[in-house]
């Protein structure tokens, strides 16, 4: 019996390797399709320029290569500019249901009031296939008043970096609130 199994371990190590590199060579193609999303990869210039920057949501050259960069842009472009236009119907178009099931909306306005957030970033794209949702790394400045800062750093300029979760909502991606958003880097600008 046991020279049996061994007989359909090694074809089996085989096949498995082979759909590994199979899956591995389409992964491959699909991260390197034409590029589609506004603008060209953003490279980090040492210029420091105006507080927070602009509102433009800029790519990565890595995250410029993931096949779902022109809609994470699009998605994370309304979400910025609807905090920073005070436009809470706006806010709600580009968030999950559930988050919008969450978040009244007069704490939104207040939470929200004085901000302005600029030089947004996406750094990294990652795809969860099977939860169909992307991780996605962006930095960003946001402006505030010091007494609408986040307690753990009451500042008036916050560089952020953030973990967003983006999930899919019928063919349209949302801003999703999940546990990876709840622990930011933070710095005084």
């Not at 999303?37 to 433009?56: C, D, I, M, R």
């Not at 030089?119 to 505030?144: M, P, Y």
Request: glycine share 6%.
């Amino acid at each position: 019996m046991g020279s049996m199994a061994s007989r359909w371990l090694v074809p089996a190590v085989v096949v498995i390797t082979g759909a590994a590199v199979a899956a591995g060579m389409v992964g491959r193609t699909a991260y390197s399709r034409p590029a589609e999303a506004k603008g060209t990869p953003v490279v980090q210039s040492s210029s420091a320029g105006p507080v927070p920057g602009s509102a433009e949501v800029r790519l990565s050259p890595d995250s410029f290569t993931h096949p779902d960069r022109t809609a994470v842009q699009r998605v994370l472009q309304g979400y910025f500019d609807s905090i920073n236009s005070r436009d809470f119907a706006a806010w709600r178009s580009v968030v999950s249901a559930r988050r919008v099931a969450a978040t009244p909306e007069a704490g939104w306005v207040a939470a929200y009031e004085t901000t302005r957030d600029g030089g947004v970033v996406v750094q990294r794209v990652e795809s969860d296939v099977v939860a169909r949702r992307l991780r996605v790394l962006i930095s960003f400045v946001s402006t505030q008043d010091v007494a609408k800062a986040p307690v753990a750093l009451p500042e008036g300029c916050i560089r952020w970096r953030v973990v967003y979760v983006l999930v899919w909502e019928g063919a349209e991606l949302k801003v999703d609130d999940a546990p990876e958003s709840r622990v930011p880097q933070m710095a005084r600008c």
